[in-house]
């Protein structure tokens, strides 16, 4: 199995990138959580969450989609970014793979985990690969969509 290098990351080594007045800042992931809109009221909603950041294009939805081996997922919208090296978020998988939003939440969904640890899981199959990060914010954990990859078979 081979995956593409197109990846969406929402989190890096617990830094964030945020584009604000033209500049990069760099926030925490709390700092982050502070400076966006947090929709509660998309919570545990499912592709409702996803596509209303799409709609939106700013903000958080904690606790938007469910994975059965992992709980309660939160959804950032993020930034695009220029290449495949920077940005992170919802708006960065909508720019990369704007083929999978629609059914987001069904994918996330549905993958088993393939690896685990204390702070990051690895859902897969052979067309998806979702990475969850812990995140702390006000000293309660969450689950984070941290990159998402689209799997391919080598060619032989």
């Given amino acids: 199995m081979h ?3 197109r990846v969406a990351y929402c989190y890096a080594a617990g830094v964030f ?3 604000k007045n033209e500049k990069m800042a760099k926030h925490t ?10 929709f509660k009221q998309y919570q545990r909603k499912g592709q409702l969450a996803v596509n209303f950041l799409l709609r939106k294009k700013i903000g958080e939805v904690p606790k938007a989609i469910y994975n059965k081996n992992v709980g309660w997922i939160d959804l950032v919208w993020g930034y695009e970014g220029t290449e ?3 940005g992170f978020g919802l708006s960065k998988i909508y720019k990369y793979h704007k083929e999978v939003v629609s059914k987001l939440s069904n994918i996330i969904k549905s993958l088993p985990v393939k690896r685990r640890s204390k702070n990051r899981i690895i859902l897969e199959n052979n067309q998806y690969r979702v990475v969850i990060a812990m995140a702390t914010f006000e000293g309660e954990n969450m689950w984070l969509l941290s990159a998402f990859y689209l799997t391919q078979k080598k060619k032989s």
């Fill in 3 to 5: 995956f593409s290098r």
């Fill in 17 to 19: 990138l945020w584009l």
């Fill in 29 to 38: 992931r709390s700092e982050l959580r502070l400076v966006q809109p947090s």
């Fill in 84 to 86: 495949n090296s920077d």
